[in-house]
């Protein structure tokens, strides 16, 4: 077995996922990751399926190679911007210049209030490199206990889909960012993905939605609080 269907099936085994789960979230039939892994068929998988596989497992610098190997650091590379959660405000929302799955999202100037600089042992416990984090001020007491009002929370914006389950930054009805658990409580096969959005705070209320109705800015990885 090759390095690639080694780091794939690995992670799979590590996250107790499935094979059809993952065919599914490709898009192809039920026995497409299967038959990669176990026979090599397809022996090379098309770009696109790779950067989604990466996506779904968090393997980005493994498979598609760390945009942290240049030699040579730009001024502010190590710079996470800290995004003003009010910008985009009555001003249909915040302003985006670039979305990838591989580099996550960049915000346009305007947004960024300011900037935040980690030590290499954090960035390797949340296994993102700087570009890949963007950091807002919470607001409110939905995330109580986990998230106090005033936190500054850290989103790796490289994952824009609830799997695994856990703590997302989403965009809002009216252009800000909220912090809320996504859970997908549709079923495998299922023609319409709908997510569980929910918050720790019991004293407000769950909303299931399709995978349509939000927007996924990034996962939550950690936060400041004072």
Request: charged share 30%; glycine share 8%.
């Amino acid at each position: 077995m090759d390095r690639i269907r080694k780091l794939i099936e690995g992670r799979r085994l590590e996250r107790n996922l499935d094979y059809k789960e993952l065919s599914e979230a490709l898009g192809k039939n039920h026995a497409y990751v299967q038959q990669y892994i176990k026979r090599g068929i397809p022996s090379e998988l098309k770009e696109k399926d790779l950067r989604k596989l990466a996506e779904l497992l968090d393997l980005e610098d493994e498979l598609l190679g760390s945009p942290s190997s240049a030699p040579d650091k730009e001024e502010g590379e190590g710079n996470i911007d800290e995004i003003d959660v009010t910008a985009g405000l009555g001003g249909g929302g915040l302003s985006i210049i670039e979305n990838t799955t591989r580099n996550g999202i960049t915000f346009h100037k305007e947004a960024v209030r300011d900037v935040w600089r980690l030590p290499e042992w954090m960035l390797s416990r949340f296994n993102a490199r700087p570009q890949h984090i963007k950091a807002f001020p919470s607001q409110g007491d939905s995330m109580l206990p986990t998230i106090d009002d005033g936190d500054v929370v850290f989103v790796d914006t490289r994952h824009r889909v609830p799997s695994p389950p856990g703590i997302y930054a989403l965009a809002d009805e009216f252009g800000g960012v909220v912090v809320k658990r996504l859970e997908v409580v549709s079923r495998p096969g299922d023609e319409i993905i709908t997510v569980q959005v929910s918050s720790d705070n019991p004293r407000h209320t769950t909303r299931t939605l399709t995978i349509d109705e939000i927007q996924i800015i990034g996962r939550y990885i950690g936060r400041f609080t004072i």
